[in-house]
């Protein structure tokens, strides 16, 4: 970047030029730079770049757990599946028929993690394929999207997106650039092909002589109550400052959401872990127990 601007060349093209800032950066700069803002505009990119990977940070440390949680359950249930049932199996040889049902179970589960394991671990990964496979197909991705509102983590999604639209079109709006100009590079910035054809339409309803409120009110992406923070800021002059206003009550929204999810997720997790581990040692003893009976 230094090399290219001792040559000549202007600081957006600069930062255009590295592929390594989201789109949205160049845009700002280059307005920046016509009205004579440019430390402010870097300042708010720094801080909506800061606020982006805080928001992705926050995201990854509240998934962790529960992944630790998940890989802690499937080794534990392997454990014992391979390491102890086995060990107890030669009791139970020749009365299968009288054991308990959790321990039939037990033993048919513990059978077919050993002698069958390869063939599992391709089931699984072919389901994880064919379901990776599925969000591709137009009508199951249809079909979740007319219930994404009843899928918890859909419906974070779209919450999220929609506080980085509203933030990063009122900062594209306080550094200068005009609404026809924000929207394109919104568009490129988001990285979704939902919000891709919903923003496209809303650019040709804009071009058309529609409001932006107005053209937001068409979909269902953006909240009520961010159409009518842009309405007022539309008919106050304030439409950046209130689109940035949005965002942040979007975002802080998003994150209080994020945290009841962790809130519940981690009890859950780990109650499964045990009740999963539970039931395979209340299988063997069941059996163990039977098969006193039956001696007596």
């Known amino acids: 970047m230094l090399a290219a601007v001792r040559g000549g060349t202007g600081l957006a093209a600069a930062f255009e030029a590295t592929g390594v800032f989201p789109a949205f950066v160049a845009g700002v700069v280059r307005a920046a730079e016509k009205g004579g803002r440019l430390s402010f505009a870097l300042a708010s990119i720094a801080e909506r770049l800061e606020l982006i990977a805080s928001t992705r940070r926050q995201l990854i440390t509240a998934l962790s757990y529960p992944a630790a949680i998940l890989a802690a359950t499937v080794?534990?249930?392997?454990?014992?599946?391979?390491?102890?049932?086995?060990?107890?199996?030669?009791?139970?040889?020749g009365e299968e028929e009288r054991l308990p049902l959790l321990t039939r179970g037990v033993l048919f589960l513990s059978n077919m993690v050993i002698?069958?394991?390869?063939?599992?671990?391709?089931?699984?990964?072919t389901l994880f394929l064919l379901g990776i496979a599925a969000f591709k197909i137009d009508g199951v991705r249809a079909t979740l999207e007319r219930h994404r509102?009843?899928?918890p983590l859909m419906s974070l999604r779209d919450q999220y997106m929609a506080a980085q639209f509203a933030s990063?079109?009122?900062?594209?709006?306080?550094?200068?650039?005009?609404?026809?100009?924000?929207?394109?590079?919104?568009?490129?910035?988001?990285?979704s092909s939902i919000w891709d054809r919903f923003l496209r339409q809303v650019e040709h309803l804009i071009r058309a002589g529609h409001s932006l409120s107005a053209a937001l009110a068409t979909g269902d992406l953006v909240p009520s109550t961010v159409v009518r923070l842009i309405e007022v800021g539309e008919r106050t002059g304030k439409l950046a400052e209130n689109s940035l206003q949005a965002g942040k009550i979007l975002s802080d929204a998003a994150r209080a959401r994020i945290d009841r999810i962790?809130?519940?997720?981690?009890?859950?997790?780990?109650?499964?872990?045990?009740?999963?581990v539970g039931a395979l040692v209340a299988g063997v003893m069941l059996g163990i127990f039977a098969m006193g009976d039956f001696a007596g």
Do not use: C, Y
Request: hydrophobic share 65%; aromatic share 4%; no cysteine.
């Open 262 to 276: 962790v809130a519940l997720a981690n009890p859950i997790a780990i109650i499964s872990l045990g009740g999963l």
């Open 75 to 93: 080794g534990a249930l392997l454990l014992v599946l391979m390491g102890v049932v086995p060990q107890f199996a030669p009791l139970f040889e």
């Open 149 to 151: 509102r009843w899928l």
């Open 168 to 191: 990063l079109l009122g900062t594209l709006l306080a550094n200068g650039l005009k609404l026809v100009e924000a929207l394109p590079l919104v568009r490129g910035a988001l990285g």
């Open 115 to 125: 002698e069958h394991s390869l063939l599992l671990m391709l089931l699984v990964a």
